[in-house]
């Protein structure tokens, strides 16, 4: 994967890194710790802007976080509770989740979502099951895209072609962040699937009650 990049982004210059980085954020596999230092790098032998580099990233985070916000906005909710959704174990408890957890935080879950490895890859998607605006979710996005892709690129314009170090150096840091990530989706779904059960009991108690009254 590394490979193939690098050779996109150099062929592609600042498209490549539009495109790349929409994919990223829309939920593909691709590291911005290679991309975006790459085209720091490239920026420091004068063959990429530096701005441009930072622009093109963030501007490719912010298309890939609306794809991703639109497709849950519109099909997320219908594809929890259909068959399919619930063969893997999701619920309306889930949703229940997704809306607590915004409406406490807010488009700040957005901002800080961004701003952490493998975290700012996903967090479009919970955000489009929430009651966050398009507005106020495309503010927050590029608020957190900017600042990230700034520093991938400034550390690439730096270490010139030996930018891979930052993806060395950045690598230590993102397994317990995937492990933390992969524990705190299992806690979110055992809490969905709580929340689910007891709003299942408490509908089937108030049918129950109001059968009860009618008779």
Same mark, same amino acid.
């Given at each position: #994967?590394?490979?193939?990049?690098?050779?996109?982004?150099?062929?592609?210059?600042?498209?490549?890194?539009?495109?790349? #980085?929409?994919?990223?954020?829309?939920?593909?596999?691709?590291?911005? &710790? !290679?991309?975006?230092?790459?085209?720091?790098?490239?920026?420091?032998?004068?063959?990429?802007?530096? !701005?441009?580099?930072?622009?093109?990233?963030?501007?490719?985070?912010?298309?890939?976080?609306?794809?991703?916000?639109? /497709? $849950? @906005?519109?099909? *997320? &909710?219908?594809?929890?509770?259909?068959?399919?959704?619930?063969? #893997?174990?999701?619920? @309306?408890?889930?949703? /229940?989740?997704?809306?607590?957890?915004?409406?406490?935080?807010?488009?700040?879950?957005?901002?800080?979502?961004?701003?952490?490895?493998? !975290?700012?890859?996903?967090?479009?998607?919970?955000?489009?099951?929430?009651?966050?605006?398009?507005?106020?979710? !495309?503010?927050? $996005?590029?608020?957190?895209?900017? =600042?990230?892709?700034?520093?991938?690129?400034?550390?690439?314009?730096?270490?010139?072609?030996?930018? &891979?170090?930052? *993806?060395?150096?950045?690598?230590?840091?993102?397994? =317990?962040?995937?492990?933390?990530?992969?524990?705190?989706?299992?806690?979110?779904?055992?809490?969905?699937?709580?929340?689910? %059960? %007891?709003? &299942?009991? %408490? %509908? /089937?108690?108030?049918?129950?009650?109001?059968?009860?009254?009618?008779?």
């Amino acid at each position: #994967m590394s490979s193939w990049l690098i050779q996109l982004i150099a062929q592609g210059g600042l498209i490549a890194i539009f495109v790349t #980085m929409a994919g990223e954020s829309a939920g593909l596999p691709i590291s911005s &710790e !290679i991309v975006v230092p790459l085209g720091g790098a490239l920026a420091a032998q004068n063959k990429l802007p530096f !701005i441009g580099v930072v622009a093109a990233a963030s501007l490719g985070n912010l298309a890939g976080s609306l794809v991703a916000y639109l /497709l $849950t @906005r519109w099909y *997320g &909710e219908r594809f929890i509770l259909s068959r399919a959704g619930k063969w #893997m174990g999701l619920s @309306r408890g889930h949703l /229940l989740l997704a809306h607590r957890f915004f409406d406490r935080f807010g488009v700040w879950a957005v901002f800080v979502g961004r701003l952490l490895p493998i !975290i700012r890859t996903y967090i479009s998607f919970p955000a489009g099951l929430s009651t966050v605006r398009l507005p106020l979710f !495309i503010v927050a $996005t590029l608020l957190g895209a900017i =600042p990230w892709n700034f520093g991938l690129a400034y550390a690439g314009l730096k270490l010139g072609q030996h930018y &891979e170090v930052v *993806g060395r150096y950045l690598g230590p840091i993102g397994i =317990p962040l995937a492990i933390l990530v992969v524990l705190l989706l299992a806690a979110g779904w055992w809490y969905g699937r709580k929340l689910g %059960e %007891e709003a &299942e009991a %408490e %509908e /089937l108690a108030r049918s129950r009650a109001k059968a009860a009254s009618a008779s």
